[in-house]
């Protein structure tokens, strides 16, 4: 792969009508928000891929300029519809809720509970990464979420387990598909990265380990159904640096295929 690829973001360049990243039906594709329009000020950002932002060659290329958010063209209208109507009122809440505390209180609390609809919040998470691919594929988890998503009956594959933190940065990183070691430090043993979704003020970590480095698990309410609500602990005070767990130190390594050139680190631009 020459520099130039390495470097060209893929954020769904394919026909205007081509196969929804979601449905796998050919349609009109529409521009998916990640994180989805409502939870976050869509302002301008200046996009890098992850492997030019961890690798540190911001000067080699310009960054990319969107106006207004992260997005892909990768899905149909029908599926951004069910996704922005169905599930994302719920993320959108839970995310500017929680903003909400953080940026009001004086004294931060090492843990609130903040209460939302873990079923929801799961769709809607799962949904807009599918969306986050330029390229569609057949990987298996990405079926096993296809099948799940829209079925509000449908019970989350036990292997499929989303983690989250609280994260109070303003970039968006939005990692698809990387191999990164289970345990930091240790390389005996690795996982399986189905994605990293990261926006002000909680990031999301979706992989096939039990547990990962100590963080609360959401999928632990994959039981609940739709409508049923739960107030979920935030650790306030557990904050991790804005590049992790991605970045490559000596206790971690990432590895990643085609969807890399999906995978991107957004930081609002510069005035
Ligand atoms: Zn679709």
Not at 37 to 45: A, E, R
Not at 80 to 95: I, K, M, Q, T
Not at 211 to 216: H, P
Request: hydrophobic share 40%; net charge neutral; charged share 25%.
């Amino acid at each position: 792969m020459d520099r130039t690829n390495l470097y060209y973001i893929n954020q769904g360049k394919r026909g205007k009508v081509d196969l929804c990243n979601i449905c796998k039906q050919s349609a009109s594709l529409s521009w998916d928000h990640v994180p989805p329009k409502g939870g976050i000020d869509l302002k301008p950002v200046e996009q890098v891929t992850i492997l030019q932002h961890l690798t540190g060659n911001l000067e080699e290329q310009k960054p990319q300029i969107s106006q207004n958010g992260v997005k892909y063209r990768t899905i149909c209208k029908d599926c951004n519809e069910r996704l922005g109507h169905s599930y994302d009122p719920v993320l959108n809440r839970f995310a500017l809720g929680v903003g909400g505390i953080l940026k009001s209180s004086i004294k931060i609390l090492p843990i609130i509970h903040y209460k939302t609809q873990p079923a929801v919040l799961i769709r809607s998470i799962l949904g807009h990464l599918l969306a986050a691919k330029g390229i569609i594929d057949d990987v298996v988890v990405d079926q096993k979420i296809r099948e799940f998503l829209f079925d509000d009956q449908a019970q989350l594959p036990e292997d499929i387990k989303i983690f989250y933190w609280i994260y109070p940065y303003r970039e968006i990183v939005v990692v698809r598909d990387v191999i990164m070691p289970a345990v930091r430090g240790k390389f005996d043993q690795v996982g399986f990265f189905t994605g990293i979704l990261k926006y002000f003020p909680i990031a999301y970590l979706v992989c096939n380990l039990e547990q990962y480095e100590g963080l609360d698990e959401l999928t632990i309410y994959r039981d609940l159904k739709i409508e049923e609500t739960v107030e979920i602990p935030i650790h306030l005070t557990n904050i991790r640096h804005s590049t992790w767990p991605e970045m490559a130190d000596n206790g971690n390594f990432m590895v990643g295929g085609r969807n890399l050139n999906s995978s991107v680190h957004a930081r609002p631009r510069k005035a």
